[in-house]
């Protein structure tokens, strides 16, 4: 069994958010998680990564039972989203990469030259040379992003989970992520799952969907299944129509008045 697989998840704090939920990433393809704010994406994400429990239910990593701490683990990374990121101590670009080989180090396991290599082969792929001794925190929000995403590569992920990666970032900058994200995928064969508000910019480079709603409801399948008129006026409780373009489908608010 490849990639990641979730069944009958129940997620949530006290109370259960999304209850009964079950989908099967596998390896390579390109997920999103789309929904309203406080719809539960990020603790998705976070459950799945381990950095929550769940309420109940299984996630399984290579076939593994992952839903307590499993080895498995190391082959997913995460690019938080970036208001939860600290980033007040003054570290530099290539401190801030080089952290992410943490997950990957055996106890007491020194950084060596491999490491270093390591962590120098994503600053090169990444372009990210001409800022690796520049201060993290004095970077702007496009270049914030991808250091994060070299950051979360150095530890030789399968999957990236990346929340709202392009969320206040300007129009070209958040192209540049995004093809950035699908070079990723397309040439190196990452899995990438992504927490998203942007579905018009995404769409030519999505293969599956996670659509969360209020009170617990949700829709998991092909993007052209999920992100239709129908079920996007549902779940935003607005009324959303397509624009069918060249540059393909524009999700607008129609707003009848
Ligand atoms: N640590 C927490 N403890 C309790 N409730 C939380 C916590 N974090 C988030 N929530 C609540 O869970 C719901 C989903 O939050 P979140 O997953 O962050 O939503 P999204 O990422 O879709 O905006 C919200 O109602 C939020 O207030
Ligand atoms: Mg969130």
Known sequence: MEGVKVENLTIGYREPLISGLS?????GEFWVIVG??????STLVKTILGIL???????LIHGKDCTGWCEERKYLS???????????????VFEVIMSGLFPRLKRFQKIGEAEIAEVNRWIE?????????????????????????????????????????????????SRKILKLLDNLHKKRGFGICMVTHEISSVWQYIDKVILLGYNGKFFV??????LNEE??????????????????????????H
Not at 53 to 59: A, D, T, W, Y
Not at 221 to 226: D, R, S, Y
């Open 36 to 41: 309203p704010n406080g719809s539960g994406k």
């Open 125 to 173: 792929a990444l372009e990210l040379e001409g800022i690796k001794n520049r201060k993290f925190n004095q970077l702007s929000g496009g270049q914030q992003r991808k250091v994060l995403i070299a950051r979360s590569l150095v530890s030789s992920p399968h999957y990236i989970f990346l929340d709202e990666p392009t969320t206040g970032v300007d129009l070209k900058s």
């Open 231 to 256: 079920l996007l006026s549902e779940i935003y409780e607005v009324e959303v129509k397509i624009a069918h373009t060249e540059a393909g489908p524009i999700f607008l608010i129609w707003d009848k």
């Open 78 to 92: 995460y690019v938080p989203q970036m208001e939860s990121y600290s980033h007040s101590f003054p570290s530099t």
């Open 53 to 59: 429990k769940p309420l109940s239910g299984k996630i």
């Open 23 to 27: 989908f099967h990433m596998k390896e």
């Open 221 to 226: 399948g092909e993007k052209e299944e999920i």
